[in-house]
């Protein structure tokens, strides 16, 4: 079945932990992403990979970190230095420069 | 200013009408634009996708781009109570520059369409 997996779909972290979300896709996308969103503020990026081990930072990278050693997998580290990481997190892939992405079910993370 | 901006609504229709969402851009590198569709608790799914000036039509579902105004559109005919959702437009530079393969997304219109 192919498509973009992310788990877990609910994560509770108490404040100080740092807390890795999964995304793993079978497309053969090279191209993946990851996104924030709030109520309201639509999908802020956060980090972005045209190939393998090379990403860039988005526009809310603070307090985040990723890594792209596999083409299949971007997982998305949540760190301690992250003020107000309650958010749903939705990780994207796309073929290429010229085509279109597509989402995950999201991640929605909770702060307790 | 914010690289694009959408009009935010919400925006509250009768079922049949027609919808107008809009977004502007700032940053003439934006070559290829997508319109997104979110349901509550759920990842986008897409709508439409082009990189020309013009219209695309499939289905009851329009996009509309011109370039010179920086300016994108989706129409929605015949609205329906299950086009009830948060829409997105996304914007893609072309090749080469700062901005390569940076995917950006306006804030989201919420559409309500009642019976």
């Known amino acids: 079945d192919g498509g973009i997996t992310q788990s877990p779909k609910y994560l509770f972290r108490k404040e100080g932990q740092n807390v890795t979300l999964s995304c793993e896709q079978n497309?053969?996308?090279?191209?993946m992403y990851w996104y924030r969103q709030d109520p309201g503020q639509g999908l802020r990026l956060i980090y972005y990979?045209?190939?393998?081990?090379?990403?860039q930072k988005g526009d809310i990278a603070e307090g985040y970190s990723v890594s792209r050693e596999k083409k299949e997998s971007f997982p998305l580290t949540v760190t301690s230095a992250q003020k107000n990481p309650t958010a749903f997190y939705l990780c994207?892939?796309?073929?290429?420069?010229?085509?279109?992405?597509?989402f995950g079910q999201g991640t929605r993370l909770t702060v307790v | 200013q914010k690289e694009v901006e959408q009009d935010p609504g919400p925006l509250s229709v009768p079922e049949g009408a027609i919808v107008s969402l809009n977004c502007t851009y700032s940053?003439?590198?934006?070559?290829?634009f997508m319109w997104y569709r979110q349901y509550s608790r759920k990842g986008p799914e897409l709508l439409m996708y082009?990189?020309?000036?013009g219209n695309k039509e499939d289905g009851r579902f329009t996009a509309q781009v011109d370039k010179s105004s920086k300016y994108i559109s989706l129409f929605i005919r015949d609205s329906q109570p299950s086009d009830s959702a948060n829409y997105l437009c996304?914007?893609?530079?072309?090749?080469?520059?700062?901005?390569?393969?940076?995917?950006?997304f306006g804030q989201g219109t919420i559409l309500t369409v009642h019976p």
């Open positions: 996304a914007m893609r530079a072309n090749a080469g520059g700062t901005s390569y393969g940076k995917l950006t």
């Open positions: 082009t990189y020309s000036s």
């Open positions: 994207a892939t796309a073929g290429g420069w010229y085509t279109e992405a597509f």
């Open positions: 940053n003439s590198a934006f070559q290829y």
């Open positions: 990979s045209q190939i393998v081990n090379d990403f």
């Open positions: 497309l053969n996308h090279d191209a």
